[in-house]
């Protein structure tokens, strides 16, 4: 998986989090510990996190006239990871060469420093997802730790049939106002939706049609999984969300929060709605995390979380909320990182999908997982992913509209455009 992933454009931190000169970020991605930067001209650079002379961390170097000095001898390097100044060296102009360490080519698009991690010769275009395409002021972009496998993070998000259960109730608990309490149609909302997945040449798109109080009408929701792990949620009304699930290791996975609005900038207020955490980011605080094995990593870790039982009132879940946990985020932070026999037994980071016993409504996690494996057994034969060559298929959105169709193909070949967002 790692291979395939080092195929893609990873998300690794935020545009907002490194400016000329500041202080550089402990990153760990696909179990690489990295370092990121900006340099005096505004260049990101994610390279090594260890210096080659007598391996210390960047981290604590001085971020200096184009390039990170390490702070023990004065080796310099800059965002590509080339040694630029080697002061306690008296050849200094020949050895420098030998003294480069891993710097990955970064972009930047949708407030977001993105990182290459893969073979030179195959780098693709960044993905055409929409909110990368949008400028800064448009999209709300977070970040924060999650302690389990990414997949299990991926799996939650294409999980609709969770939804009505773990969910429920959160919107009042919140007092939120009505455009952002889109889950359902106007009216009773009917708890059991029938779900179709159709793949398409990004992942696949997941139908999910429920009753409405008019027997001649459905209301659909429209939401998409975009390989490798990216998720475009539908809304019946603003804004547009989804999560792209980043590895850091085996054990913990980068959330990557957006919510986006292709039309205009979003307002002061609805940036302080989003920041009362009832969706998506959840309430979260900045915080240098220490992961199992000591490397420390600038993050953002959830307020709640499984050091305080997530704030879980057991009186709260008895006056109806399901969980007695406040925040969509929160209540799947809670249940993933608790799925222990499927995160795996540490170390070797075994995964026992043996046990689970999965049924019709997990028809999206089935589908992805046979997508991703085959995905795996195409590049071990020499073929890469199609979704690289051709980044435009990651042009599509999630919706939500009421239609008199009652079946999935039948709605797609009438309004394919408005339902796929193309
Ligand atoms: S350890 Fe970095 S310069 Fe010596
Ligand atoms: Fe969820």
Redesign the pocket.
């Known amino acids: 998986m790692g291979t395939l992933f080092r195929r893609f454009w990873l998300p690794a931190m935020l545009s907002s989090e490194v400016e000329p000169d500041s202080p550089p970020r402990r990153l760990r991605i696909l179990g690489e510990d990295l370092v990121g930067f900006r340099d005096s001209e505004g260049r990101t650079g994610i390279i090594d996190a260890y ?6 961390q ?1 981290f604590w ?1 001085r971020n200096e006239e184009c390039g990170l000095r ?6 310099k390097f800059d965002v590509s990871g080339n040694c630029v100044d080697l002061p ?1 060296v008296e050849d200094a102009a020949n050895a420098k060469r030998k003294m480069g360490i891993t710097g990955y080519p970064t972009r930047e698009a949708g407030g977001v420093v993105w990182v290459y991690m893969g073979p030179k010769d195959k780098m693709p275009d960044l993905p055409a997802l929409e909110w990368a395409g949008l400028p800064v002021e448009n999209i709300d972009m977070t970040r924060w730790l999650q302690c389990t496998n990414w997949l299990q993070g991926l799996e939650g998000e294409i999980d609709s049939s969770h939804v009505s259960f773990l969910h429920r109730v959160t919107e009042k608990d919140y007092e939120l106002p009505s455009e952002f309490t889109s889950y359902g149609p106007p009216g009773p909302v009917d708890g059991a939706p029938s779900l179709t997945v159709r793949s398409t040449d990004y992942g696949f798109v997941c139908g999910s049609r429920r009753r409405t109080v008019n027997p001649d009408e459905f209301f659909w929701r429209i939401t998409h999984w975009l390989v490798p792990f990216y998720s475009m949620i539908a809304n019946h009304r603003y804004p547009r969300t989804g999560r792209a699930w980043v590895p850091v290791d085996d054990y913990n996975v980068m959330t990557f929060g957006y919510s986006f609005n292709a039309e205009r900038a979003f307002t002061e207020h609805e940036r302080a709605v989003l920041r009362k955490g009832a969706f998506f980011p959840p309430r979260i605080a900045p915080a240098a995390y220490k992961l199992d094995d000591g490397y420390i990593i600038d993050t953002w870790i959830g307020e709640a979380n499984a050091g305080n039982d997530f704030l879980m009132s057991r009186d709260v879940q008895r006056k109806g909320n399901y969980t007695g946990i406040l925040g969509v985020n929160e209540q799947d932070r809670c249940i993933q990182e608790s799925q222990r026999s499927i995160a795996g037994v540490r170390p070797g980071g075994f995964v026992d999908r043996s046990r689970e016993k999965l049924v019709a409504s997990d028809v999206p996690v089935i589908t992805a997982r046979k997508t991703l494996l085959k995905m795996i057994a195409d590049l071990e034969n020499g073929i890469e992913p199609p979704q690289v060559t051709d980044p435009s298929v990651y042009r599509v959105h999630g919706t939500a509209i009421l239609s008199r169709h009652g079946d999935f193909d039948g709605l797609l070949a009438e309004s394919r455009a408005e339902v796929m967002g193309l």
């Open positions: 210096c080659p002379h007598k391996l210390a960047l170097g390490c702070p023990y001898h004065g080796w306690n």
